[in-house]
């Protein structure tokens, strides 16, 4: 099957598979507050190795007593700490959540950055958390790759890549740009419930006829 076809398949069947599953929590976020950068971007960051969950809950705690980045660079770390806690490494979370608004308000004029060239100029911010703003803040086209994302475009066959960055890079070069926005919010949530780490459910996988199932050794 051509690459093109493969990915168009794969695209339109992720949709219908999506539509069973639950939104991955900056998804949710990023409607809730009718995509607001600040929020999106902050509760990206809180979301690294943790739990869809416990994000949206930090989230909401936080965003509750600091809504814009001004409010949030005038809490105290210990504050922003407890606020976020338990998301993981939640203490060194408050300190670049405090970095990162102070820097939003004294380079940016109080306005996240809309690019992914200077979002990567804040401290803590990758590829992935500039990517997902792009995306879920601005409504701009990015492809945000995340373990999910990388894992599965490699496990269907579509890449062939070491790091979640190659297979941006290789991702930017074969998806057509409307499938940019949707491909990671899809393929989180299909990775956390569906194509996961350990023993995939490869059994009741609507996508099993287009995967290669690259690396699986066990499945259910």
């Not at 416990?54 to 770390?77: C, G, M, N, W, Y």
Request: with cysteine; hydrophobic share 35%.
């Amino acid at each position: 099957m051509k690459t093109t076809n493969k990915i168009d398949n794969i695209y339109h069947t992720l949709e219908d598979v999506y539509k069973t599953l639950s939104e991955p929590s900056v998804t949710k976020i990023s409607k809730e507050s009718k995509k607001d950068p600040f929020k999106v971007l902050i509760s990206c960051l809180i979301s690294l190795r943790t739990k869809d969950e416990v994000t949206i809950a930090a989230s909401k705690r936080l965003f509750s007593v600091a809504d814009s980045p001004q409010k949030l660079s005038e809490l105290e770390e210990d504050e922003i700490a407890k606020l976020i806690y338990p998301a993981g490494f939640y203490k060194k979370k408050a300190k670049t959540l405090k970095e990162i608004s102070k820097t939003i308000v004294n380079k940016y004029g109080g306005h996240v950055p809309d690019t992914i060239e200077e979002l990567l100029k804040l401290k803590g911010v990758g590829r992935k958390t500039a990517n997902l703003v792009i995306v879920e803040g601005f409504n701009k086209d990015g492809i945000c790759v995340d373990t999910h994302v990388h894992r599965i475009c490699n496990r269907l066959g579509v890449v062939k890549t070491k790091t979640p960055e190659k297979t941006e890079m290789e991702l930017r070069k074969i998806l057509p740009k409307s499938y940019w926005k949707k491909w990671n919010e899809m393929l989180v949530s299909f990775g956390q419930k569906i194509c996961t780490p350990i023993s995939p459910k490869c059994s009741t996988c609507k996508l099993y006829k287009l995967c290669d199932r690259i690396s699986v050794e066990k499945w259910r």
